[in-house]
């Protein structure tokens, strides 16, 4: 496995065609949900990508049927541009399935020999101490 440097991470990375391109590179990203301008302009927006140029090497998509919507998007007043952003990410999730998360690795520890009722929460994949004890 190759590594890429500490330094100029990110130059490197976003470069396609060199001698040691990746097949695979596990990265994150975090989302600004609810306004969807970081995250749906900068993965789907196929105005700001080209050949050469992989964005630090996370999933893109260019979509033209979506192309009408970013640039209405762009004239709009920022309430409406929240709306279009929306829909866009809508189509994105439901139309095009293009925005799928593969795994979510979750550890999560919590110990202690009286320790009891610690679960991990259904909802939001924490610890849940709502029916935690301590064993007599």
Same mark, same amino acid.
Do not use: C
């Given at each position: ?20 391109? =990746? $097949? ?7 989302? !600004?949900?609810? +306004? ?6 900068? %993965?789907? &927006? ?17 979509? =033209? $049927? ?7 998007? !762009?004239?709009? +007043? ?6 279009? %952003?929306? &829909? ?38 924490? %610890? ?9």
């Amino acid at each position: 496995m190759d590594k890429y440097p500490g330094s100029g991470f990110y130059a490197a990375a976003a470069k396609r065609g060199g001698p040691k391109e =990746p $097949d695979i590179t596990q990265t994150s990203w975090a989302f !600004d949900w609810a +306004a969807g301008s970081g995250i749906v302009y900068a %993965l789907f &927006d196929g105005r700001t990508m080209s050949k050469d140029d992989a964005k630090s090497n996370h999933s893109r998509g260019n979509f =033209p $049927d979506l192309q009408k919507l970013f640039e209405k998007a !762009d004239q709009s +007043a920022p309430a409406a541009q929240e709306k279009i %952003l929306g &829909d866009i990410e809508q189509k994105l999730i439901q139309d095009k399935a293009a925005h799928v998360s593969v795994y979510f690795e979750v550890s999560h520890q919590m110990a202690g020999s009286k320790l009891g009722g610690v679960q991990v929460d259904g909802g939001w994949g924490d %610890l849940s101490v709502i029916g935690a004890y301590v064993k007599k």
